[in-house]
C-alpha cells in the first residue's frame, strides 16, 4: 500500500481537522525500519503494511513532502499548528549543542514525521530517521540488517551486476544512510539502543516471515508496555 505525495499532505490535514471536530477514532500501528543496503528492508516494509493496511512512507515520498512543506506556507503553518507540543519536546530531547532550528530540511522533516504519526492512520515509515524522531512516541522501531556479502548477493541478483560491483554499491549506499543520520540528528545509525528490535536476514530470506516475527514482538513489546 503506497501513497503520493498530494495525498500524504491531504490525510495530515484531514486528520488536523477531524481533531479540531472532535477526535480522529482508532489508532493503527506505526513502525519506523531503517535498514542496510540489501537486507530486505523494503521488501519486509511492504510485507507489513499489507498485514496491518497501513501505508508504506519511503524515502522518496518523505522527500517529496518535505519539499512540499517548504514551499508551501499554508502546509507549513497546518504543520506548525499541528506538531507544536510535540516539536517542543522534541526539541528539548533531541537538543545537543547544536540549534535544530537552523536547519530547515530538518525542521521539516520532523514535523512530517510528526505529522504522519498525528494522523492516526499508522504506517510504515522507512529511514529518514523517523526512528529518532519517534523515540519518545508509541511506535515500533525496527532495524533490518545484514551482511556485507549476503547484501551484496542480492543487490547482484536484483541488479544483474557482479558481485564486485554489488560489494561497492551496497557499501556506499550504506554510508550514504549512516551520514544522512549523522548530518541531520548527529546521531549513529547503528546505535542499538535506538531501536526495538533488530533482525538479521542473513538466514531469513522469506520476507512475509520476518513481518510476521516483527508484528508478534510489537504486539508483546506494546501490551508490556501499556
Same mark, same amino acid.
Given at each position: 500500500?503506497?501513497?503520493?505525495?498530494? +495525498?500524504? !499532505?491531504?490525510? /495530515?490535514?484531514?486528520?488536523?481537522?477531524?481533531?479540531?471536530?472532535? %477526535? @480522529? =477514532? #482508532?489508532?493503527?500501528?506505526?513502525?519506523?525500519?531503517?535498514?542496510?543496503?540489501?537486507?530486505?528492508?523494503?521488501?519486509?516494509?511492504?510485507?507489513?503494511?499489507?498485514?496491518?493496511?497501513?501505508?508504506?512512507?519511503?524515502?522518496?515520498?518523505?522527500?517529496?513532502?518535505?519539499?512540499?512543506?517548504?514551499?508551501?506556507?499554508?502546509?507549513?503553518?497546518?504543520?506548525?499548528?499541528?506538531?507544536?507540543?510535540?516539536?517542543?519536546?522534541?526539541?528539548?530531547?533531541?537538543?545537543?549543542?547544536?540549534?535544530?532550528?537552523?536547519?530547515?530540511?530538518?525542521?521539516?522533516?520532523? +514535523?512530517? !514525521?510528526?505529522? /504522519?504519526?498525528?494522523?492516526?492512520?499508522?504506517?510504515?515509515?522507512? %529511514? @529518514? =530517521? #523517523?526512528?529518532?524522531?519517534?523515540?519518545?512516541?508509541?511506535?515500533?522501531?525496527?532495524?533490518?540488517?545484514?551482511?556485507?556479502?549476503?547484501?551484496?548477493?542480492?543487490?547482484?541478483?536484483?541488479?544483474?551486476?557482479?558481485?564486485?560491483?554489488?560489494?561497492?554499491?551496497?557499501?556506499?549506499?550504506?554510508?550514504?544512510?549512516?551520514?544522512?543520520?549523522?548530518?541531520?540528528?548527529?546521531?549513529?545509525?547503528?546505535?542499538?539502543?535506538?531501536?526495538?528490535?533488530?533482525?538479521?536476514?542473513?538466514?531469513?530470506?522469506?520476507?512475509?516471515?520476518?513481518?510476521?516475527?516483527?508484528?508478534?514482538?510489537?504486539?508483546?513489546?506494546?501490551?508490556?508496555?501499556?
Amino acid at each position: 500500500m503506497t501513497m503520493d505525495a498530494t +495525498k500524504l !499532505v491531504e490525510a /495530515i490535514l484531514k486528520a488536523h481537522a477531524a481533531e479540531m471536530h472532535g %477526535g @480522529r =477514532g #482508532a489508532e493503527r500501528p506505526v513502525i519506523t525500519l531503517s535498514r542496510d543496503y540489501g537486507s530486505g528492508g523494503r521488501e519486509i516494509a511492504q510485507q507489513l503494511a499489507k498485514h496491518l493496511a497501513v501505508p508504506v512512507y519511503d524515502k522518496e515520498l518523505m522527500d517529496a513532502v518535505v519539499e512540499q512543506s517548504g514551499t508551501n506556507p499554508h502546509l507549513m503553518a497546518q504543520l506548525d499548528e499541528k506538531t507544536r507540543g510535540f516539536w517542543d519536546s522534541w526539541i528539548v530531547s533531541m537538543l545537543s549543542g547544536e540549534n535544530v532550528l537552523d536547519d530547515n530540511y530538518r525542521r521539516h522533516l520532523v +514535523k512530517v !514525521v510528526l505529522g /504522519i504519526f498525528n494522523t492516526g492512520k499508522g504506517g510504515v515509515i522507512i %529511514g @529518514r =530517521g #523517523a526512528h529518532l524522531v519517534l523515540a519518545q512516541q508509541n511506535v515500533f522501531r525496527v532495524r533490518i540488517i545484514a551482511s556485507p556479502e549476503t547484501c551484496a548477493e542480492r543487490v547482484a541478483h536484483t541488479r544483474q551486476i557482479s558481485r564486485e560491483e554489488a560489494r561497492e554499491e551496497v557499501a556506499r549506499v550504506n554510508e550514504g544512510r549512516s551520514q544522512f543520520i549523522w548530518d541531520v540528528f548527529k546521531k549513529r545509525l547503528n546505535e542499538p539502543t535506538a531501536f526495538d528490535l533488530t533482525i538479521n536476514t542473513d538466514h531469513l530470506s522469506k520476507y512475509e516471515e520476518v513481518a510476521e516475527i516483527i508484528i508478534f514482538a510489537m504486539q508483546y513489546h506494546h501490551r508490556n508496555i501499556s
